[in-house]
């Protein structure tokens, strides 16, 4: 479990033992319950990482809900947007090996992040990752309920395929944006597991 869900699920535990310490075992077990969803969305599985240093894998637990060709900066780039209920696990990790080159936080709006405009419009941290695979941009988007985006890395730090970069709380969103290039291997409506899942290959890959 990552340190963030100790801050959470403690005072829930002790409130929890409180009431079932004052017999009233109802309310005691309605915040057990409470703790136990909590403690439980902020689990940090350990996950086995493709070595092949063509692969880019999933920066995010969740359902793909879009696959679309677009414009950043002015180029063609392709976006995969990773929806995350709140019953996945929320720790981010680096889609691939690289060194952080940028990252930004914008404010915005909280609507649902399962929505295409939510890409656009809602909160979000975006950070820039350059490697062997190119450059890759990672947006860590609030949803409707996640109002908190965590981030532990900085400009200038090198990453691993897979390591854990930060995390988004309480359902929420992440898009992956990718040079044109690169092969896909999910499609909409796939579920993907961060750092395992591997959701294209570029050029490198056997």
């Known amino acids: ?11 829930l535990l002790l409130t929890a033992a409180g009431l079932l310490a004052l017999h009233l075992y109802l309310s005691g077990a309605i915040f057990l319950v409470l703790a136990a969803l909590v403690l439980n969305f902020f689990r940090d599985p350990d996950r086995e990482v493709p070595q092949n240093p063509g692969f880019i894998v999933s920066p995010a637990d969740g359902k793909i809900v879009q696959v679309v060709d677009e414009t950043h900066d002015g180029r063609p780039v392709r976006r995969l947007s990773i929806f995350m209920s709140p019953l996945d696990v929320h720790v981010n990790r680096s889609p691939i090996a690289g060194v952080i080159r940028n990252v930004s936080y ?7 992040a399962s929505k295409d405009e939510a890409s656009v419009e809602n909160e979000q941290n975006v950070f820039t990752l350059e490697g062997e695979q190119g450059t890759i941009i990672v947006k860590q988007i609030a949803g409707a309920v996640a109002r908190r985006i965590v981030f532990w890395k900085r400009v200038g730090d090198r990453v691993a395929r897979g390591e854990r970069v930060g995390l988004i709380k309480f359902g929420s969103r992440v898009d992956l944006i990718l ?20 959701l294209a290959t570029t050029k490198s890959s056997p």
């Open 1 to 11: 479990m990552v340190k963030e869900g100790y801050g959470y699920g403690l005072p």
């Open 106 to 112: 914008r404010k915005g709006a909280f609507s649902v």
């Open 179 to 198: 040079e044109p290039g690169t092969e896909w291997q999910v499609r909409v409506g796939d579920h993907v597991h961060a750092g395992s899942s591997i």
